[in-house]
């Protein structure tokens, strides 16, 4: 929970790193905290047309206020146990739904393309959206997280520098990192992609029970996805030194 007052030139990123709640404020006004969450808090309101005084009053709110959704503060947690987190929770959901997403987006697109042609769209992006998470998904378990959390045992990591001190490791994990970051901005720029053509996951008058099974789908992988790039991006990968 956020102790302090909410500034208009603090960090979006940092924000939530700091007060996780405060994610589902910042989806409500559609502002990506995960990938696009390095600019000051005034600037990401003009350029979305948000007036900042009304959105830092709804960050409080958000801040203090009670929330449904299960969250976990990335600054409590040491280096292995947030990369247990995100396998335990993010990795194990995306292993559980991508199959099920690629089924359900292509059934509806066979059923109902002719309504829509967008559904093919929407089908294709996820397939090929899950081939591209199942390789970074292999890269972070097999490669990255395991040298993350071999320095940790070994003492050669702290939470606030987790490159290995051995060769030439850090620099390996750095380029690692860069390669990984720039992966996430090719999944959000694919969920947005999602999020067009199905008009922000809209249900037509004339969805059926597929389609509505669907859509929640979608934006349950959306919601989740932006929150585990987020874990990543702005809580793990700045431990490694650069």
């Given at each position: ?197 199905t008009d922000e996951f809209t ?40």
């Amino acid at each position: 929970m956020l102790t302090r007052s909410i500034r208009k030139n603090d960090i979006v990123a940092d924000l939530v790193v700091e007060s996780p709640a405060l994610a589902r404020v910042f989806e409500s006004f559609g502002i990506n905290y995960c990938c696009e969450g390095n600019k000051p808090l005034a600037d990401t309101a003009y350029e979305k047309g948000i007036d900042v005084d009304a959105l830092i009053v709804m960050l409080n709110v958000g801040a203090t206020g009670p929330s449904d959704r299960t969250v976990v503060n990335p600054a409590s947690l040491s280096t292995p146990e947030l990369i247990e987190h995100i396998v335990d929770s993010h990795h194990a959901y995306l292993r559980r739904e991508l199959p099920r997403l690629v089924e359900l987006t292509r059934k509806v697109a066979s059923s109902h393309g002719d309504e829509d042609s967008r559904l093919y769209e929407v089908a294709d992006t996820m397939a090929h959206l899950a081939a591209e998470l199942r390789s970074h998904l292999e890269t972070e378990e097999n490669e990255l997280f395991p040298a993350l959390t071999r320095g940790a045992d070994d003492g050669r990591c702290s939470d606030d520098n987790c490159a290995r001190d051995a060769g030439d490791g850090g620099g390996v994990q750095t380029t690692m990192v860069g390669q990984l970051i720039a992966e996430h901005r090719e999944t959000a720029n694919a969920l947005e992609r999602l999020r067009t053509a199905t008009d922000e996951f809209t249900l037509p008058d004339w969805a059926c029970n597929t389609y509505r099974a669907m859509l929640a789908a979608l934006e349950e992988f959306d919601e989740d996805t932006r929150a585990h790039m987020h874990l990543e991006n702005n809580a793990l990968f700045p431990r490694i030194a650069r």
